[in-house]
């Protein structure tokens, strides 16, 4: 009744912000993302009849209470029912990166959280079906699964056998039907992400709080849940051609969308720092200048500037000399999430 797994965080190159569904977790939109190798997070599951309540330690400290720890017993139930168990657990879990500012650390968490804890469970679920459950627990996580190039569905339509376009007509169907699949390996295009983190505390508003807010509040974000799927088709046709010019241009405009439509909540969400927007600036003037870079940003104000591998040394070193880039981080295209021993 134990298991490892590791698996890493991804970035979107087509946002997700915004749920159609609570309880379920349904994304309001699709999303399209590089699973990052060169940045892990290692869990360990272990039911124990002898425990009397679940326990979690996240990087070394004990989380005794409050919404982590419950966010990860809620999802702990969802593998308890499906296996038909009643143990509680003990769930380790190490990030090799800052936790919860803007690295989506609940992205790989929860993906090696849902292999670890079914597997310990006694539980063999396919790729999808674990997406789908890791999706409960985290949107962002039902991508971590997959290596390499990864898109996610929105659950609005699900794929009948024959290959057709079927509509969901309730939560539950639709949950069957968002999930994420690989659209191309690590191995199709070796772009590198190089993150400037700008602030090393926790963010203030987490993404869920922010996805609320946005989605009750901003007039834009109807506009910008319908601009996702055109962004999706360009992002993914510019990864199948390894098109760079054209991934950036997509992958700035959905990031600036994202953060637009969060903008407009009331009162407005605003992830970004002073070093946040001067990054921006320094990427599209290299940009300009020849240097194939493009930058995104998730919720937090950390930096993550993707280029191709030949660039890094030029990618980093303006990175580097940004004023008020705290620390670099680098990562390449990473595996999907997998068991790993002790
Ligand atoms: C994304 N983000 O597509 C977007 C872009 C952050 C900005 O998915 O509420 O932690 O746990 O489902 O997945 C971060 O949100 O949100 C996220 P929940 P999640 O990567």
Known sequence: MKA?????????LVKYWGK????YNLPGAGSLSLTLGGLSTRTCVEFDAALD???LQLDGKAVESGGKLKRVSQFLDLVRERAGISQHARVISENDFPTGAGLASSASGFAALALAATTAAGLELSATELSILARRGSGSAARSLFGGYVEMNDGVYAIGEDGTKVATRSAEEASKAAYARQIAPAAHWDLRCVIAVTSAGEKDI??????VSTQNTSPYYEQWIASVPGDIERAAAAVAARDFAALAEVAEASCLRMHASAMGADPGIIYWNATTVALIHAVRKARAGGLPVFFTIDAGPQVKVFCPAEALDECRALLAGTQGVRQIL???PGEGARLCGD
């Open 4 to 12: 490892f797994a590791l698996a890493h965080p991804n970035i979107a």
């Open 20 to 23: 159609r569904d609570f309880a």
């Open 53 to 55: 309540a679940d326990s």
């Open 206 to 211: 987490g993404s869920t709080e922010g996805m």
């Open 330 to 332: 680098e990562a390449h």
